[in-house]
C-alpha cells in the first residue's frame, strides 16, 4: 500500500499525518500537539534536536546484534524482564518475523545481560544511555508543550512522571528482518511471503507515551477511527510520537491511545525500529486530572496503579482494547 499524502479525520476532512516542527514557537508547537494527541493520538517530530550519532550508534549497535547466529542472540534472553525475544513465541495475537530486545532506561541493564548483547559491552551500554537520555529529554518537552497547550497550572504534571527516577519507561529495539531471510526459510515450507503479513499485530501502547524512530523502511500502519489502516511512511530523520492508554486516562477521554501495527518486512532490507516507551513508576495512581473535567463531566476511568494497569493489560490479547478493564460503571 503506498504513503498517503492525506489522511481522512473523523470531521472527514482531508489532513496530512501531523507533523510537528519543534523550531517553530512553543505557543504554535504546543497548540500543535495537543491538536494532533485529541484528532490522532499521533504525530511526526521534525527538528528535534536528538543528536544524529546518538541515533546511528544505537542502530549500529541494533544491527551488529541481530545479525549475530540465534544461538548466541539467545543467550541474551528470554526478557525477563529484559533481554532478547523473537515472537515465534509469542501468542498473544502478534504473528510473524519479529525479533526484539527490552532494555531499561533508567537504570543501566546488568551487566550480565550487556556482556551477552556485545562483545563490548561498555560501548554497548554507553550508546543505549545516551540515546535513552536524549529521547527522555526530548519526551518532557513534549508533554512540557503538551501541559502547555493544555493551560495546565503544572505544566511538568506529566513530564514529572517519566523524569522520576523509579519511571517504569523502557527501551525496545524491534528487528524484521529482511525478505531473503525469510524466503529462505518459507521455501522450505513451501508458501511465499505475502505483503499482507502481520509482523507486530495490532494494538495500543499501554504506557503514557512512545517516542518511535525506524529505518528507510515501510511497516508501521496507525487506524484512524473508521478503522482504515494507515500506512506511515518512513522517514528516518524524524521521530513519531504514539499517545499511550495512560495519557488518555488521564486526560478523561480527550486524548487518543493510537491502535497500530507493524507489517512484516516484504523489503530485502532488515527493518530496525526503536521505541522508547514512557511511562510512571509502578505505584503511581493514574485517574483522569481534574483540570481534563467540567464541572459535570463524569470521570470515564476508575482509578489504578501503573503496576495494576500493566498486570491486566498484558493479561489479555494484544488487540483486545486493555482501558475498557477500567471503565468507570
Ligand atoms: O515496530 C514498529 O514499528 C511498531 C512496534 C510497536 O508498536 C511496539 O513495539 O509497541
Ligand atoms: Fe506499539
Known sequence: MPCPTSIRTKKTKAVGIPTIDLSQSRAITSKSIVEACQEFGFFKLINHGVPHHA????????????QKPSSEKHRAGPPNPFGYGCKSIGSNGDMG?????????????????????????????????????????????ILDLIGEGLWLPNKSVFSNLIRDIHSDSVLR???????????????????????????????SDPQILTILRANDVDGLQISLQDSIWVPVCPDPSAFYVLIGDVFQAMTNGRFVSVRHRAMANNSKNPRMSIMYFGAPSLNTWIAPLS????????????????????????????????LDLFKAS
Open 173 to 203: 529495539i524491534n528487528y524484521y528482518p529482511g525478505v531473503q531471510h525469510i524466503e529462505n526459510r518459507e521455501l522450505s515450507t513451501k508458501s511465499h511471503p505475502s505483503n499482507d503479513r502481520i509482523g507486530f499485530g495490532e494494538h
Open 55 to 66: 541515533i546511528a550508534q544505537l542502530e549500529s549497535q541494533g544491527f551488529d546484534f541481530f
Open 291 to 322: 483540570e481534563m473535567m467540567l464541572p459535570n463531566d463524569k470521570s470515564l476511568y476508575k482509578p489504578f496503579t501503573w503496576a495494576q494497569y500493566k498486570k491486566a493489560a498484558y493479561s489479555l490479547r494484544l488487540a483486545d482494547s486493555r
Open 97 to 141: 518475523d519479529l525479533e526484539y530486545l527490552l532494555l531499561p532506561s533508567h537504570n543501566p541493564a546488568t551487566s550480565i545481560l550487556q556482556s551477552s548483547i556485545s562483545n563490548d559491552p561498555l560501548t554497548f551500554s554507553h550508546v543505549v544511555n545516551e540515546y535513552v537520555k536524549s529521547v527522555r529529554d526530548l519526551g518532557c518537552e
